[in-house]
């Protein structure tokens, strides 16, 4: 994901999401606890295992927001 990239302390799926679909793009990545990247594609590095992305968000212990070094990936809807 190579848009928009925003950092917050109490960072939420739903926050994230929410913020990219603000900025017209197409997928929400959540990444190490409390970033959030915005793009229209992704996909440069493959697909990681499921096990690699269950870092709790800051903002929602029981939401995951990825891992070190991978995005967890949502669409917008757009």
Same mark, same amino acid.
């Given at each position: 994901?190579?848009?928009?990239?925003?950092?917050?302390?109490?960072?939420?799926? $739903?926050?994230?999401? &929410?913020? @990219?679909?603000?900025?017209?793009?197409?997928?929400?990545?959540?990444? $190490?606890? !409390? @970033?959030?990247? @915005?793009?229209?594609? &992704?996909?440069? &590095?493959?697909?990681? $295992? !499921?096990?690699?992305?269950?870092?709790? @968000? !800051?903002? !929602?212990?029981?939401?995951?927001?990825?891992?070190?070094?991978?995005?967890?990936?949502?669409?917008?809807?757009?």
């Amino acid at each position: 994901l190579n848009g928009y990239e925003w950092k917050q302390q109490y960072m939420k799926t $739903a926050n994230c999401v &929410y913020l @990219c679909t603000t900025y017209k793009y197409r997928f929400a990545g959540l990444q $190490a606890i !409390d @970033c959030c990247h @915005c793009g229209n594609s &992704y996909g440069r &590095y493959g697909r990681a $295992a !499921d096990s690699e992305c269950s870092l709790s @968000c !800051d903002g !929602d212990h029981s939401d995951t927001c990825g891992g070190h070094w991978r995005n967890e990936v949502y669409s917008t809807g757009l």
